[in-house]
């Protein structure tokens, strides 16, 4: 059985079929900001109050601010143009959470883990049958050995016995007493969509449509570009994980960094 990976208008179009306006909007968000799903609607979750409606170079926009979980909820800037002819979303959902207040938006529980289940059970339910290609990758598993397997020992670097296990015709040194590790590719394949496919649609969507570098993807993304973190100053470190209202200044600063990006988002995908 053959698949293919689903466009942008075709992600677009089924998250449009949801009748309940909160997942609706929650996947609609997911989308825009590139954001993992505890960043919609679990412990990193906006509240109705998060975001600045600002210009760039005379152009209206909405920053939506996502606090950026696999950073320890720094802040991180989602600027799109509110002009319906480079982002149709940005306005509807400027409304959706000014309409909340200071309520979280895309909250389905109190408890934010159980929101998180809800909404992937929902994400199961609307995506279902579309498929998102997976590349090959390598992890990490643990392998049980038996004591009889161990054919050698050492004292290691770190000054701890070391085994030479041999298992399967292989050889393997281990600090372990249980277990030895082996990295094993996993092959590329395909499988069910799932919310967290939406990051990786508007990444590619970013990158080819709107020609997204590194750097841009890390101000609107969350990613850590590669000795970029460390070149910023730690006062402004500190901005990036405060409230918005506790300090003025981090607008600016998120501002500043939308600005690096925002340009490219001003054209038309045909």
């Known amino acids: 059985?053959?698949?293919?990976?689903?466009?942008?208008?075709?992600?677009?179009?089924r998250i449009m079929t949801i009748k309940d306006e909160r997942y609706r909007h929650?996947?609609?968000?997911?989308?825009?900001?590139?954001a993992r799903i505890s960043e919609v609607c679990g412990k990193?979750?906006?509240?109705?109050?998060?975001?600045?409606?600002t210009e760039f170079n005379g152009e209206p926009a909405v920053m939506f601010i996502v606090k950026t979980a696999k950073r320890k909820g720094r802040l991180r800037p989602c600027a799109v143009p509110l002009n319906p002819e480079y982002e149709p979303w940005a306005q509807p959902l400027l409304d959706y959470f000014k309409k909340t207040g200071d309520d979280y938006p895309f909250m389905f529980n109190p408890d934010p883990a159980h929101s998180v289940r809800y909404a992937?059970?929902?994400?199961q339910q609307t995506f279902a049958e579309m498929m998102w290609p997976m590349v090959q990758?390598?992890?990490?598993?643990?392998?049980?050995?038996?004591?009889s397997m161990v054919i050698g020992q050492r004292q290691g670097d770190t000054g701890y016995d070391q085994y030479l296990v041999e298992m399967d015709g292989k050889r393997y040194w281990t600090y372990n007493s249980e277990y030895v590790k082996e990295n094993v590719k996993v092959l590329e394949r395909w499988k069910p969509m799932r919310s967290h496919a939406l990051r990786k649609r508007r990444t590619l969507t970013l990158t080819l449509d709107h020609g997204f570098d590194g750097f841009d993807l890390a101000y609107y993304g969350g990613w850590t570009e590669t000795g970029r973190d460390s070149d910023i100053p730690s006062a402004v470190k500190s901005y990036l994980h405060m409230d918005l209202s506790a300090a003025a200044e981090v607008t600016d600063v998120l501002k500043k960094q939308a600005a690096r990006y925002f340009h490219k988002l001003c054209r038309v995908i045909a």
Do not use: N
């Open 1 to 13: 059985m053959s698949y293919h990976q689903p466009t942008d208008a075709e992600v677009r179009a």
């Open 26 to 34: 929650a996947f609609m968000f997911q989308l825009l900001c590139c």
């Open 44 to 53: 990193y979750a906006p509240k109705g109050t998060d975001f600045i409606e």
């Open 120 to 123: 992937q059970w929902k994400a």
């Open 137 to 147: 990758y390598t992890k990490s598993v643990e392998l049980p050995y038996e004591e």
